[in-house]
């Protein structure tokens, strides 16, 4: 079966740490960004053009201003000090549903700064290490890259030639007209990300608004994806919080006619309802006309004990079905 490729904006973070991190630290998305990690010392005596209090707005100003730029690399140092120090709570979240809910096939894409997604890939691993890939669109103050041969990875591990410590990788910070060339690690990550979609069944897009800013790196997307008349069969799912009348405006140029679905929360997406078989059961609903079970899903209220459990028929079917062929599709209603 062709891959899932799932988009994380801002928004996913939130949902994963709705209460705060594990030291009661709330992420944000870009609006009110500033006020939330009490940052106004820093732009004390800078007089903005901009009457927004969007991080995107107010950077872009900075950037585009020389007499501010050491208030702009003042801005990025406490950017990136505040989501390093970002945990995840001890219990599962929605980033470990998320890593569990799909295979290696599979591949996460991210616009995000902080490391929880890469932290709950960390403790993930310890359940099976059948794990979709993670690309950094715009960087990961998590992840590390050595530029001589090419290799990522957490920053804090080593580079699997060369055994130096990997280097932190670069943030892309909220500028029209971002470099996604200059670095290495950022292009290797997009050329990945355009390769996966253009290779995909469905793409989930979790929390990401499209801002203004991020213009150029959508229209990369949507290259990827192509002609949404070519495609037919495959499935786009939206996790967001926003009313449904406006995505199938927003994310136009993916949808072909009706093929979408749209839920607030992870847990009523596919991922939720299938994980780690979200392609092959829908496309046996939608094109073998196979009844789905519903109740065999992710819960909000699990356990890492109840997890375990729930996925581990799974990776037993994987583990036993012989290279290149389909996984079971396992939530197939009982009375099919």
Not at 22 to 29: L, Y
Not at 105 to 124: G, S
Not at 323 to 333: D, E, F, L
Request: charged residues 25%; proline residues 4%; contains cysteine.
């Amino acid at each position: 079966m062709k891959r899932h490729t799932v988009i994380l904006g801002a928004g996913a973070t939130i949902a994963a740490i709705p209460n705060g991190d594990k030291n009661g630290r709330k992420s944000s998305v870009m609006n009110g960004l500033i006020e939330k990690l009490n940052l106004h010392e820093v732009l004390k005596g800078i007089e903005l053009k901009t009457q927004s209090n969007n991080l995107e707005d107010i950077y872009s100003e900075l950037h585009s201003r020389p007499e501010c730029k050491c208030v702009t690399e003042e801005l990025e140092r406490r950017l990136y000090q505040y989501f390093e120090s970002l945990e995840l709570p001890d219990e599962p979240t929605v980033y470990d549903f998320l890593i569990l809910s799909l295979t290696k096939k599979d591949v996460i894409a991210t616009f995000n700064w902080d490391p929880l997604l890469l932290q709950a890939y960390i403790r993930c691993y310890s359940i099976t290490d059948n794990l979709p890939h993670i690309l950094c669109l715009h960087g990961n103050v998590a992840m590390g890259y050595c530029e001589e041969h090419g290799e990522f990875g957490i920053k804090t591990a080593n580079c699997p030639i060369c055994r130096r410590k990997f280097s932190p990788t670069k943030l892309l910070y909220p500028v029209a007209q971002k470099d996604y060339e200059s670095d290495a690690y950022i292009h290797n990550c997009w050329e990945a990300v355009q390769q996966a979609i253009d290779e995909s069944y469905m793409i989930t897009i979790f929390g990401y608004s499209a801002p203004s800013s991020d213009k150029s790196a959508v229209d990369l997307l949507k290259r990827a994806w192509g002609d949404p008349q070519k495609r037919q069969l495959e499935e786009i799912s939206v996790i967001d919080i926003i009313d449904e009348e406006e995505i199938p405006i927003k994310w136009k140029d993916f949808i072909h006619t009706h093929h979408y679905q749209y839920t607030k929360d992870f847990y009523s997406s596919y991922l939720g309802l299938f994980p780690r078989r979200s392609c092959e059961m829908v496309f046996a609903m939608f094109c073998l006309n196979v009844w789905a079970d519903n109740t065999k899903g992710f819960r909000q209220d699990m356990s890492w004990s109840d997890l375990e459990d729930q996925i581990y028929n799974l990776i037993c079917e994987e583990q036993d079905t012989p290279k290149g062929k389909n996984y079971p599709i396992h939530y197939a209603a009982s009375d099919f």
